[in-house]
């Protein structure tokens, strides 16, 4: 089955830009939606379609894709945005249907 | 739109889980409804999810054990989990799903039950 590789952390310095990627053969097809989920809580959807936002998720997150590869950027890090950030898309093939990333550990130093 | 998890914390090996998820503010009666899990200390998992037209899709590591079911009058949407082992400690969560050409996504989640399996 197909899947969506995520690097397990990354760490960024308080105002400064971060792209966190996912990488996957069925972004070629979907546009992936990502996930902020810090500890204790549900995920938060953050970023749909191309590059939505829900109402209320700040402007200094955006998102992109490229070939197979999705990145999910924040413009100017907050110390708030410290959380886990997963990427999901729908899978090309009937199973698993859905697939999440590993989800990737934000640090913000 | 609020969702609301319900169901036992503690649930013996080889037992079967049920959860409900109560969804408030919005009809049940469109969108597709998903069930997620998240062992401790791990990544999400897609368990499978139901449209409004009652068709389903589970994942196919846990299809011979999962149904998804919903009751429009209630507007409930529930999990049965068979066969449970350790492997099935997690929190779970229901979360609404939406789509469009090309994308798809979770716009509204509960906030997630955690469920043990231990004799």
């Known amino acids: 089955s197909s899947e969506l590789t995520q690097d397990p952390a990354v760490s960024v310095a308080l105002g400064q830009t971060v792209s966190i990627t996912c990488q996957g053969d069925s972004l070629r097809t979907y546009y992936p939606s990502w996930y902020q989920q810090r500890p204790g809580q549900a995920p938060l959807l953050i970023i749909y379609s191309r590059t939505d936002r829900p109402s209320g998720i700040p402007d200094r997150f955006s998102g992109s894709r490229s070939g197979n590869t999705a990145s999910l950027t924040i413009t100017g890090a907050q110390a708030e945005d410290e959380a886990d950030y997963y990427c999901c898309s729908r899978d090309t093939s009937d199973n698993p249907y859905v697939l999440f990333g590993g989800g990737t550990k934000l640090t913000v130093l | 739109v609020q969702l609301q998890e319900s169901g036992p914390g503690l649930v013996k090996p080889s037992e079967t889980l049920s959860l409900i998820c109560a969804v408030s503010?919005?009809?049940?009666?469109?969108?597709?409804w998903t069930w997620i899990r998240q062992p401790p200390g791990k990544g999400l998992e897609w368990i499978g999810s139901?449209?409004?037209?009652?068709?389903?899709n589970y994942n196919s590591s846990l299809k011979s054990r999962v149904t998804i079911s919903v009751d429009t009058s209630k507007d409930q949407l529930s999990l049965k989990l068979n066969s449970l082992t350790a492997a099935d400690t997690a929190v779970y969560f229901c979360?609404?799903?939406?789509?469009?050409?090309?994308?798809?996504?979770?716009?509204?989640w509960g906030q997630g039950t955690l469920v043990t399996v231990s004799s």
């Open positions: 503010g919005g009809s049940i009666s469109s969108y597709y």
């Open positions: 979360a609404r799903g939406d789509s469009g050409y090309g994308f798809s996504y979770f716009d509204y």
């Open positions: 139901i449209y409004y037209s009652g068709r389903t």
